[in-house]
């Protein structure tokens, strides 16, 4: 999944190619809507990533900076990478920084602990509702509740890939079940209105007799 959403969103030309292929020339046109649109949330999850791997990253070099621990690079560059899991990697990226802090004190491990806690917060109230879930066109809930659905379903190694999982399966159930029944609902809609603009009005008045020619 994730090779495919990479090869996608750089190289799509020659895969779009041959999954049109694949389908009737009177599909063609609604399928390669369809590619275009996982094109763009592909392209979108990949600026969100980056741009969240650099926020969550700065967050904890200076938090941990702050706490004076040691090799604060290497643990922000840690916690940069657990990114790809959203809402989760980056609490659980602490375990090394923290397991090593209580190697110093149990008071530099809660320190430290504290400092991935408020990463953690920060980044399920600000950096993936406002960068993810904007780059991706989902709501947040909508991923929050993905990624546990994708961990449930395809197990950890899942959530790495779990927001193209969730933007395809949601792009999917909109162009090929939602899409077309709000179309053939406006369809009939339409009918019925016209329907009912030419049946002719009866308000029960006799048309007055026509005078005879005598």
């Known amino acids: ?3 495919t959403a990479l090869f996608i969103a750089i190289n799509p030309r020659p895969l779009v190619a041959g999954l049109l292929r694949l389908l009737p020339p009177a599909q063609r046109g609604h ?5 275009a649109r996982l ?7 990949l600026r969100g990533l980056a741009v969240a791997m650099v926020l969550i990253g700065l967050l904890v070099y200076a938090g941990l900076r702050i706490v004076g621990l040691k090799y604060a690079v290497a643990f922000a560059v840690i916690s940069a990478l657990f990114e790809v899991v959203p809402y989760f990697g980056a609490l659980a990226s602490g375990g090394p920084a923290v397991l090593y802090a209580l190697t110093i004190s149990p008071g530099k491990g809660l320190a430290v602990l504290a400092v991935f806690v408020i990463a953690h917060q920060v980044d399920g109230n600000v950096i993936s509702p406002l960068v993810m879930a904007r780059a991706v066109r989902l709501h947040p809930a909508v991923i929050a509740i993905g990624v546990i659905v994708v961990e449930r379903v395809f197990g950890v190694l899942g ?3 779990a927001v193209p999982i969730i933007s395809t399966v949601s792009i999917l ?3 090929t079940w939602i899409r077309p029944n709000e179309e053939r609902a406006a369809i009939g809609g339409a009918t019925t209105t ?3 603009a030419a049946r002719p009005l009866s308000d029960g008045r006799r048309t007055p007799d026509r005078p005879s020619g005598g």
Not at 31 to 35: A, D, E, F, P, T
Not at 39 to 45: E, H, P, Q, S, V
């Open 194 to 196: 016209s329907h009912t």
């Open 173 to 175: 159930v909109e162009e």
């Open 39 to 45: 094109r763009t949330a592909y392209l979108g999850w």
């Open 159 to 161: 959530l790495i890939v």
């Open 31 to 35: 399928g390669s809507r369809v590619l």
């Open 1 to 3: 999944m994730l090779l």
